[in-house]
Nanobody, 124 residues
Framework: QVQLVESGGGLVQAGGSLRLSCAASGRTFSGYAMGWFRQAPGKEREFVAAISWSYGRTYYTDSVKGRFTISKDNAKNSVYLQMNSLKPEDTAVYYC?????????????????WGQGTQVTVSS
């Protein structure tokens, strides 16, 4: 069984950077896509970025375009989220997600595997 383990969250000042990592452990990931979602207190979980596992095509929500970059390393079964120019509104728990079938890249319910989440806090 594949498990997703995130790392890299923390506290950073506005304008700073963080890099999140997510490793798929258990067996070689042969899925369709991996992505990052986030959930702020009192809000629903929302899409941040995703990447197709085979072709590396990337998808972003508008609020992070030009600031965040998603990437992958197939050999390490890992996906990364480089976050630059962080803003206080980026504060949330960030979740790594994956799915092994075709679906909508932006939709929470289209992912069947989730990590435990990592806290990102951006101070003003």
């Amino acid at each position: 069984q594949v498990q997703l383990v995130e790392s890299g969250g923390g506290l950073v000042q506005a304008g700073g950077s963080l890099r999140l990592s997510c490793a798929a452990s258990g067996r070689t990931f042969s899925g369709y896509a991996m992505g990052w979602f986030r959930q702020a207190p009192g809000k629903e979980r929302e899409f941040v970025a995703a990447i197709s596992w085979s072709y590396g095509r990337t998808y972003y929500t508008d609020s992070v375009k030009g600031r965040f970059t998603i990437s992958k390393d197939n050999a390490k079964n890992s996906v990364y989220l480089q976050m630059n120019s962080l803003k206080p509104e980026d504060t949330a728990v960030y979740y790594c997600a994956a799915r092994s079938y075709s679906g909508n890249y932006y939709r929470v319910r289209d992912y069947n595997l989730w990590g435990q989440g990592t806290q990102v806090t951006v101070s003003s």
